[in-house]
């Protein structure tokens, strides 16, 4: 069983930055991959950034490229996601998720529950 909290939510106004993270359980072995996806009510979630926990590759989605980044402190067992030039749009839940046996970050970036592990999410709001 993997458990993640995330952490870091909140509200900055457009053009902002926050950096959200995923305090992941040590039971978290090389063939995972965590992923970052997020969701507006109504809508679908949709993955936008993920790594292998192994070799380190990133995988980006949409408009997260070029803004976002993610990264993970193996020491700390913490998942980061980097949000720079936040905008309106990217007002939603965030959430981390895990999966194992996954040997590249584009596998998880469309998973959806209930595959998985997944956190609680946290909460972003981008004012104009």
């Known amino acids: 069983q993997v458990h993640l909290v995330e952490s870091g939510g909140g509200s900055v106004q457009t053009g902002g930055s926050l950096r959200l993270s995923c305090k992941t359980s040590?039971?978290?072995?090389?063939?995972?991959?965590l992923g970052w996806f997020r969701q507006v009510p109504g809508e679908e979630r949709e993955g936008i950034a993920s790594?292998?926990?192994?070799?380190?590759?990133?995988f980006y989605r949409g408009s997260a490229k070029g803004r976002f980044t993610v990264s993970l402190d193996k020491a700390k067992n913490t998942l980061y996601l980097q949000m720079n030039n936040l905008q309106p749009e990217d007002t939603a839940t965030y959430y981390c998720?895990?999966?194992?046996?996954?040997?590249?970050?584009?596998?998880?970036?469309?998973?959806?529950?209930?595959?998985?592990?997944w956190g609680q999410g946290t909460r972003v709001t981008v004012s104009s």
């Open positions: 040590e039971y978290t072995y090389s063939r995972y991959c």
């Open positions: 998720a895990a999966l194992g046996g996954c040997d590249r970050p584009a596998t998880i970036a469309t998973m959806t529950p209930p595959y998985g592990y």
């Open positions: 790594i292998t926990i192994g070799p380190g590759e990133t």
